[in-house]
């Protein structure tokens, strides 16, 4: 079972898209499970699973309240399933959360599925701490409006630390890519110079545009490859789907 993260302490770079989208992608051929561990529950609605209407979700696997089989959900897109977000995860943050538990309960579906998309919440609090302690990839949107090298940093540093605590010794950074991506713009350019220096091994060729096919796709509830598969939106994504299983 192959797994990944879609990882950015910054918010608004497009982690919930991306996760979205590529799990759907890859949903067409394989066995997906979409891990939804941002407390706005914005995956789950994007594939049109809202927490409200499901009864557990990831934070009662979290706190074992109940299996992570019964929480599961299928998501009606190909092979695509969900293990819904929901409000309470916000509380485990704050809480001493094993930075093993969602390791361990992936490890109870790992023949069940092929793949294990997550979407992380904006921070490298507990909640994605016990993603990346529990993954093989991380995969960093970027959008270049909100561009932090900082941010990346501490984020590619997180990572270090985790294989040297062997917390996840198998942890690996596959690459960053760009996120309503503009690349005629001076600032897109100027930013991508920077990149290229500091992570030129790590920058995918694949980006996504600006698309507003795809905005309106996660408002229905609905990932791009179903709602419009004509849309740029859709090329884009499908080229990043492709890029990444090659670098895996």
């Known amino acids: 079972m192959k797994s990944i993260a879609l990882t950015n302490q ?20 394989s066995r997906v499970l979409l891990v ?34 019964e929480a599961i959900k299928k998501a009606g897109f190909g092979q695509l399933s969900i293990l819904p977000a929901h409000v309470g995860l916000a509380g485990l943050e704050a809480d001493s959360l094993p930075i093993d538990s969602l390791k361990k309960q992936l490890a109870r579906v790992q023949n069940d599925f092929d793949f294990v998309v ?18 093989e990839r991380v995969l960093v949107p970027i959008k270049a409006g909100q561009f932090s090298i900082t941010g990346l940093e501490q984020l590619f540093l997180t990572v270090v630390r985790l294989r ?55 408002v229905v509830g609905e990932p791009i490859n179903f709602f419009d598969p004509a849309a740029r939106g859709y090329k884009a994504y499908l080229q990043l789907a492709e890029e990444v299983l090659q670098k895996w």
Not at 10 to 29: C, D, E, Q
Not at 38 to 66: H, I, M, R, Y
Not at 164 to 176: A, T, Y
């Open 36 to 69: 939804d561990m941002d407390p706005q529950g914005n995956s789950s609605s994007g594939v049109g699973v809202f927490p409200k209407e499901v009864q557990w979700t990831a934070a009662d696997v979290l706190e074992e309240k109940c299996s992570i089989q």
């Open 10 to 29: 910054k918010g608004g770079v497009g982690k919930t898209t991306a996760s979205i989208n590529l799990a759907s992608l890859w949903g067409g051929k």
């Open 164 to 218: 040297l605590r062997e917390v996840n010794p198998d942890l690996g950074v596959l690459g960053l890519f760009y996120n309503e991506a503009q690349p005629h713009t001076k600032l897109h350019q100027m930013i991508d110079r920077v990149l290229r220096e500091a992570y030129s091994s790590l920058l995918l060729e694949a980006y996504i545009p600006r698309n507003v096919h795809l905005g309106e796709a996660q």
């Open 118 to 135: 997550v979407d992380c919440p904006p921070s490298l609090g507990r909640l994605t701490l016990n993603v990346l302690a529990a993954v």
